[in-house]
């Protein structure tokens, strides 16, 4: 992404003093922005998928919850709204959390929302950084959902060392599994790769043990959506099927994620709480009622056990096993 007409709009913007946030609904047909009136059409946007991806879910919460201190509102009640729009990703809480602390104050809750905003994107090129020589010439890495610039900012994170690779002249190639429901994959990252001019390849989820068994696989690169103390990852579903089968076939399985999607305060991935979105997501298909009456299971997130995880690729560098010392190094360094 070295030029401007081959980035992709940002999915949440603050600028004089208005929230807008790019509706990924509509992608790639449409780029609309929508003002954001008020903490509730926040929270909405967030629900509905409007604004998704965990960092990207944070930093829109983060200014919802300036809006609310700006129009003189209940603070915890607002505070309470945001953390309840998306049950899984830490960072929203994370997020919500550190404006509510200053928040008494709108102009400190803006200034820390806009921190927490700037952040962000040099976290994405300290992943960039981490992770990039992972990308050789003539390598395959396949990825998963979309944990590219726009769940985050510019950069991404699982797309942060495919980003940084390229713009070094690695030639190396992207599988981006549609990721079903909600086809995260094959409406963002897609989209978001090829006008980077990145050579990317389309697949359904269902494809990837047969692509793997191919040898058409050298790597795989996910996002993380909260990775608990012991190293569990909670991801996209689809995710945790991706690392058995990486396990099977002897592909590595790396994780990218900020060091604020790290949740010391989790013991394990059975502990979190998957998101249950309604079974519509899964009865249609876009415009088409493909089983209609019947029951449609549609959990959003799985757990990947840190068995599967070959290394983290995080702000603060590669964190490779044992993660229990690993991960408890990164919590005692400031
Ligand atoms: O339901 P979504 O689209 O919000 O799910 C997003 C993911 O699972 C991403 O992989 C994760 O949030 C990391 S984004 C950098």
Redesign the pocket.
């Known amino acids: 992404m070295t030029s401007a007409d081959t980035r992709v709009p940002e999915p949440v913007v603050w600028a004089h003093g208005t929230l807008r946030i790019l509706d990924q609904r509509l992608l790639p047909d449409t780029v609309a922005y929508e003002d954001q009136a008020d903490v509730r059409s926040v929270a909405a946007a967030i629900r509905d ?1 409007k604004v ?6 944070g930093i829109a919460a983060a200014y919802g919850l300036v809006l609310a201190a700006q129009q003189g509102e209940d603070l915890e009640a607002a505070a309470a709204t945001l953390k309840a729009a ?1 049950p899984t ?1 830490v960072n929203l809480a994370w997020a919500v959390d550190r404006v509510r602390a200053v928040a008494a104050d709108p102009d400190a809750a803006l200034n820390e929302a806009q921190s927490i905003h700037a952040e962000d994107r040099a976290i994405c090129r300290a992943i960039g950084s981490a992770g990039r020589h992972l990308l050789r010439d003539g390598a395959t890495v396949m990825t ?5 610039a726009l ?2 900012s510019e950069l ?3 797309t942060a060392p495919m980003y940084l690779a390229h713009d070094a002249g690695v030639e190396f190639r992207v599988i981006a599994n549609e990721t079903r429901p ?1 086809l ?1 994959g094959a409406r963002l990252t897609v989209w978001e790769l090829d006008r980077a001019g990145i050579d990317v390849t389309l697949a359904c989820d269902s494809a990837a043990g047969r692509l793997m068994a191919e040898g058409a696989v050298d790597l795989i690169i ?4 909260r990775v608990t103390a012991n190293g569990d990852v909670v ?2 579903i689809g ?1 945790a099927t991706l690392a058995i089968l990486a396990r099977h076939f002897g592909i590595p399985f790396y994780v990218a ?1 900020p060091s604020s999607t790290f949740d010391p305060d989790t013991p394990c991935g059975a502990d979190v709480e998957i998101e249950e979105r309604s079974g519509d997501e899964v009865r249609q298909w876009p415009g088409l009622e493909v089983a209609a009456h019947i029951p449609a299971r549609n959990p ?2 799985d757990v990947t056990p840190h068995e599967l995880v070959s290394a983290f690729i995080t702000d603060r560098g590669l964190l490779e096993p044992p993660f229990q010392q690993t991960l408890t190094a990164l919590r005692r360094t400031p």
């Open positions: 998928l998704r991806g965990a960092p990207a879910i998306r990703a998963h959902c979309n944990a590219g769940a985050v991404g994170t699982a909600v995260q996910v996002g993380a959506d991801n996209k995710t994620c959003a997130f």
